[in-house]
Each structure stands twice: as structure tokens, then as C-alpha cells.
């Protein structure tokens, strides 16, 4: 598996205020995704990316940003988080060679709350 | 648009038995791949078993294994000798030509002893 790193693993905030949500990974996966998770919705796309000059709008990428700093780096921003906003944020990156292409391993989650 | 649909919200299975997880999906596409990820409480999100569309072979990962039917779009999940850690979310993905994962809602195993 990919060793994925989510900072914060936990995060309450106001609304209003501006968030980022980090994602490392130390296997030098090219392709890194970021998903919701909502009860009851499965987990939904916000962004992906396939290396650092590539970004694309996942379903729901409204409200949200990116930045892909290096390859081992994509954080995900909220620039004016809101209640609506609360969830639970998961980083993918995507492991792809000859046995095990196209899989995503997740990372371990960061649960955002918006007050 | 892709779907994929888990029919059953909650499953129940007594320790060392074996249980099936529902999941049917819908696509236009020939060529994609097929998930399983288990969610237990610690909310990490660990892949179970992968299929590729290709192959009819089903794929099969120690206790659990899988029954792929390309015609129907069906994509059903097997525990065999069910265990107490075996209890967790698990969530039907499909990933086709569009480069995301595609979730169901998720299907809450709990195992009984």
C-alpha cells in the first residue's frame, strides 16, 4: 500500500473560515484524488490530479482547491468553509503498475467539522 | 453517467458463516474495473478484492471472493467463515475510462458471535 499521510486527522472550525487539508505520500504515485464522504452518499470526488500540472474538477468541486506542490503533495482548501462543508475528507493516491493498476489506496481520513 | 447500486443497507451474518454483499452497476463502457473497500470503525478504507472487466475469471482474496456477471452488471461480494473484524461499511466501486471511483452507498456488515 501506498504510505498516505492526512493532516489534520481531526479539525472543528467556524464558518467563514479557510481550511487546508494536506495529503502526503512516499511511493511516488503520479495520480492523487481527494473524496467526501458523506452518510449514506458513499464517497464523492472533489478533485484529481495526475502529476503536478495536471488538476481536474472531480462531481462536487464547488467551494473547494487545490494545489498540487509536488508529486508526493496535493492539499485540498476550503476557502470559506460552511456547515454543509462537514464530512469526512479522504486522499487517494493510485498505485499503478503491471499486477495492480488502477487501484486507489486511501488514506486514513481527515473529519472536518464546520460550526 | 455511472452508477453503482447497494441494494442492502444492513447485512447480518453469524460468526463462521458465510455471507453475500450485493452490488449492480451501470455502464456503457466494456473495459473498467471493480471494487470492494471495507470501512470498519476506525474509518480507514481498505481495499478488499479488485476486478478487471476482462477477466472472466472471478477474483478471490482468501475468505473472500467475488461473483462477477458482466451481462447483468453484478458484482456480488462473498465472506466465507465469517470473523468478528470482518464487521465494517463496505463500499461497491467502479472506476471506467473516467478515472474516478464510482461508490454505492455502502452496505453495514455486523457479525454476530
Known amino acids: 500500500d501506498a504510505d498516505v499521510t492526512q493532516t489534520p486527522r481531526n479539525r472543528i472550525t467556524k464558518t467563514g473560515k479557510r481550511i487546508m487539508l494536506e495529503c502526503s505520500q512516499t511511493?511516488?504515485?503520479?495520480?492523487m484524488y481527494w473524496y467526501r464522504q458523506d452518510p449514506g452518499l458513499g464517497l464523492r470526488l472533489i478533485y484529481y490530479?495526475?502529476?503536478?500540472?495536471?488538476?481536474n474538477k472531480g462531481e462536487i468541486s464547488d467551494g473547494y482547491s487545490v494545489s498540487r506542490q509536488a508529486q508526493a503533495k496535493f492539499s485540498l482548501s476550503l476557502e470559506s468553509a460552511i456547515p454543509n462543508q462537514t464530512a469526512l475528507y479522504f486522499c487517494?493516491?493510485?498505485?499503478?503498475?503491471?499486477?495492480?493498476?488502477?487501484?486507489?489506496?486511501f488514506g486514513p481520513g481527515t473529519r472536518l467539522t464546520v460550526l | 453517467a455511472q452508477t453503482v447500486t447497494q441494494s442492502q443497507p444492513e447485512m447480518s451474518v453469524q460468526e463462521a458463516e458465510t455471507v453475500t454483499l450485493s452490488c449492480t452497476y451501470d455502464?456503457?463502457?466494456?473495459?473498467?474495473?471493480l471494487f470492494w473497500y471495507k470501512q470498519p470503525p476506525s474509518r480507514q478504507m481498505i481495499l478488499v478484492i479488485r476486478?478487471?472487466?476482462?477477466?472472466?475469471q472471478n477474483a478471490t482474496e482468501n475468505r473472500f471472493s467475488v461473483n462477477f456477471q458482466k451481462a447483468a452488471k453484478s458484482f456480488s461480494l462473498k465472506i466465507s467463515d465469517s470473523q468478528l473484524g470482518d464487521a465494517a461499511m463496505y463500499f461497491c466501486?467502479?472506476?471506467?475510462?473516467?478515472?474516478?471511483?464510482?461508490f454505492g452507498a455502502g452496505t453495514i456488515l455486523r457479525v454476530k458471535s
Open positions: 476486478q478487471e472487466a476482462y477477466k472472466q
Open positions: 466501486a467502479y472506476r471506467g475510462d473516467g478515472n474516478k471511483l464510482v
Open positions: 455502464t456503457s463502457e466494456s473495459d473498467y474495473y
Open positions: 490530479s495526475f502529476d503536478v500540472k495536471d488538476i
Open positions: 511511493k511516488g504515485h503520479d495520480r
Open positions: 487517494a493516491p493510485e498505485l499503478g503498475d503491471r499486477e495492480r493498476t488502477d487501484t486507489q489506496y
